[in-house]
């Protein structure tokens, strides 16, 4: 095929749950490409001699070469090549925003739409899964040191996928019951089944990776003594956990979540399926989400999934400004979540049980640009209304989970708790220990953390094979690696 | 997987379970808790650690049977286990010698008073520990309490046991004999809290209190526990679970504890009825 023919083959979609059917569902939107369409999308690449796409990928997986094997058939190939470098590639093909990432630098997307590079992962990922045949990749011979990584999030399973490749032992310490992080608690099931967070864990215990679940590292131990407990190295991806709220009045009257809870109840502990699962969760008629990020979309289609008449999501900017990945905010729509745009809450009301009830909201207009580049909200005088409600999910962000800086005293954090660590090395100020994810970066994505969890692993690695490397100062950034980690 | 290996009945609805859980146990201090799920569809629910044995590598839980997780673990038999135990969680209690020391414990509390009270008496306060129980029935841990108190005054709401009164008018009667209290820690159910800080707030008595708002994952990242204290939004589980009682709203703490009370039931039943029909099967 040349290049002319490639370029006229339309971007094939995703078959999916139609709008009304999934919105009282937990499944799975997205059915996924099946063998047919991947293989017409596979054509669609252009083979580049140099692949810009790659360089929109933090995880640097080969993308033509993975593209070239789906299109000639060789699914088993495609996926080893995919996890040559991704050791999570089911969950990556879900939830990566791949528009702002690899997709945003394909050739084929400067006259046409881009190749659906993150489909065609996930296509290949579920093909091996289905199988049941996953193949394991060859270990380096075992170096015997030891390496602790505390948060088995996004970031974590990247540093351990790696590191286990590179020879070492390493132990995962894992706050809650099921590991995954976010892709557990946050992630909900219609987005990122749970099976798949499990199967992907799985292959990386077959892989030798010890797993401690129901270990808080902070409280049972410390960094100081995992230290001492013989392990050589250790990566902290502890994730930014700690809700924020707006602290404006009301904020605790029940009723009122943090998007954090609300997510936690129903994805990690199936408060949906309550009263099978003892676990439970508001019934609502109309739920307020306020934020405009992934967490917002993910709960406002949860409360829609758990039965409310009405979900409104209220933010303070307008929809261009929304960080949210573009198709989760169609999805939304298309499931009739309602947006409330350019409107802020300043508070809610309770009845006499202290539930909430209503809420107070101001609209808003933008202003000039500030510090994010985004155009600042500015209240409009006088246009406050009240809308009546019974559930609110406060979506705004998260900071730090604070319990490994607070008990590691010589781990230097800045002004807002997030550890000081270099990205381009992962190194922090305590030797011998690395970071990466959110809880250096504050709330970013799933991709930038394992970006993180991989360049970690590169460097623990040369930390332990020769420890004079910590003294050394990091290779001056290139600017290519730079742009790579704006995306 | 952690199993249990003793259980008892101390009083009508009220359990002890001593379970396996090595690592706590070495690490735990008084006024620290766990997070336990019993099984696959379990909830998770705070249980304040009452004791522990390092020697075992056990901990010792006391609980009383207020719904469908309690009823679920009071039927659990020595060799079953737990599914996951997470801990210890909280800061612990801060343990000084103030010189004389007030504990109290109403109902279940006194499970959550009587590590506190025994790591007070073990940094060589004098410790006055005060016991309430709605009535005789509901009374446990006398001796065990008695043996780590310098002085014990026991009452029962009905008079069946001890002196009738509530724990109140016990603590009144130390302060009129003119015992210099530097400390109170009062735990027990919110409204006896409520009102042992009404009074030493009358008498300027520094008070702890101990709260048990509903908790998902005890480590900071929901913010279901919060509270309010001195009018600041505080999470009980890392910020907590002791707070200066004088600084604590209970109304919105009474209020958030009900915020489930319907579900709390709908489970409940649910499970009792499930019960009810294994039994008549089995009959």
Same mark, same amino acid.
């Given at each position: ?101 690899? !997709? ?37 011979? @075992? ?107 009301? !904020? ?67 929809? !261009? ?23 802020? @809450? ?142 | ?283």
């Amino acid at each position: 095929m040349d290049p002319k023919e490639r370029m006229k083959i339309p971007r094939q979609k995703m078959p999916e749950q139609k709008p009304d059917v999934r919105a009282k569902n937990f499944n799975e939107v997205p059915f996924g490409y099946t063998e047919e369409l991947a293989l017409k999308e596979a054509n669609r690449c252009l083979q580049c001699k140099k692949p810009s796409c790659m360089k929109g990928c933090p995880v640097e997986i080969n993308i033509p070469s993975f593209i070239k094997l789906i299109a000639e058939g060789h699914h088993w190939e495609a996926i080893r090549k995919i996890k040559e470098t991704n050791s999570l590639p089911a969950v990556c093909g879900r939830v990566c925003p791949q528009e702002s990432q690899c !997709e945003s630098y394909c050739i084929v997307g400067k006259k046409a739409e881009p190749v659906a590079i993150g489909r065609l992962e996930r296509f290949a990922a579920d093909y091996e899964r289905r199988s049941g045949k996953v193949v394991k990749p060859g270990l380096a011979p @075992p170096t015997g040191k030891r390496v602790a990584i505390v948060g088995s999030g996004p970031a974590g399973l990247t540093a351990a996928g790696d590191l286990i490749r590179m020879g070492h032992k390493v132990v995962i310490f894992e706050a809650l019951h099921k590991a995954g992080g976010v892709l557990v608690y946050g992630i909900p099931e219609f987005r990122l089944p749970k099976e798949i967070v499990q199967a992907e864990v799985d292959f990386l215990a077959d892989l030798g990776i010890e797993i401690h679940l129901n270990t808080v590292v902070g409280k049972a131990d410390t960094l100081d003594d995992l230290l001492s407990d013989g392990f050589d190295a250790i990566f902290v991806g502890t994730g930014a956990g700690a809700p924020l709220f707006m602290n404006i009045p009301g !904020e605790n009257l029940s009723g009122v979540y943090s998007a954090n809870e609300y997510l936690t109840r129903s994805n990690l502990m199936k408060a949906y399926l309550f009263p099978d699962y003892d676990t439970p969760i508001a019934t609502s008629r109309i739920v307020a989400v306020v934020g405009g990020g992934n967490v917002a979309m993910d709960s406002a289609r949860t409360a829609l999934r758990l039965g409310a008449e009405q979900v409104h999501l209220i933010y303070r900017r307008s929809k !261009e400004e929304m960080p949210a990945r573009s198709e989760e905010v169609h999805h939304a729509e298309e499931e009739g979540v309602i947006f409330d745009l350019l409107t802020n @809450p300043i508070r809610y009301i309770g009845d006499d049980k202290g539930r909430v009830v209503a809420v107070e909201c101001q609209k808003m207009e933008l202003g000039e640009p500030d510090q994010s580049g985004r155009r600042r909200p500015v209240p409009i005088k006088g246009s406050e209304y009240t809308m009546e409600l019974d559930t609110v999910i406060v979506a705004i962000g998260n900071g730090p989970n604070p319990l490994v800086p607070s008990t590691t005293p010589d781990l230097e954090v800045n002004r807002k708790g997030n550890i000081t660590a270099d990205l381009q090395t992962c190194k922090t100020s305590k030797r011998g220990v690395f970071a990466g994810g959110d809880i250096v970066r504050g709330a970013a994505t799933v991709i930038l953390a394992m970006g993180d969890g991989k360049v970690a692993a590169r460097s623990i690695d040369a930390y332990l094979k020769d420890p004079g490397w910590w003294d050394r100062p990091a290779p001056e950034p290139t600017p290519e690696k730079e742009e790579k980690k704006a995306g | 997987m952690h199993k249990i290996v003793r259980t008892d009945t101390l009083a009508p609805s009220m359990f002890l379970m001593e379970l396996e859980a090595p690592k706590i146990a070495e690490k735990r201090k008084a006024g620290q808790f766990i997070i336990l799920r019993i099984d696959e569809k379990g909830e998770r629910v705070p249980f304040t650690i009452s004791d522990s044995d390092t020697a075992r590598g056990t901990l010792t839980l006391i609980y009383q049977v207020v719904g469908k997780t309690t009823a679920q673990m009071s039927a659990l038999r020595v060799g079953d286990s737990i599914l996951d135990v997470v801990g210890p969680l909280g800061k612990p209690t801060h343990i000084e010698n103030f010189g004389t020391v007030c504990c109290i414990g109403g109902g279940t509390g006194i499970a959550i008073a009587y590590p506190i009270a025994k790591a007070l008496g073990g940094a060589g306060n004098t410790v006055i520990s005060i016991l309430g129980a709605r009535t005789k029935d509901l009374l446990f841990y006398e001796d065990e309490v008695r043996a780590i108190s310098n002085e014990l005054l026991v009452c029962t709401d009905d008079g069946s046991y001890g002196q009738k009164g509530l724990v109140t008018e016990m603590l009144k009667q130390l302060i009129d004999r003119g015992e210099k209290l530097k400390m109170v820690v009062a735990i027990g159910p919110v409204p006896m809290m409520k009102f042992v800080a009404r009074m030493t707030k009358e008498y300027e008595i520094p008070t702890i209190v101990s709260l048990n708002p509903i908790m998902i994952d005890g480590s900071g990242m929901c913010g279901c526990c919060r509270v309010s204290v001195g009018g600041a939004t505080k999470f009980v589980c890392v910020d907590g679970p002791e707070f200066d009682a004088h600084q604590v709203d209970f109304e919105l703490l009474t209020k958030r504890l009900a915020t489930y009370r319907d579900k709390e039931t709908e489970s409940y039943n649910r499970y009792k009825h499930s019960k009810e029909e294994c039994k008549i099967g089995r009959g």
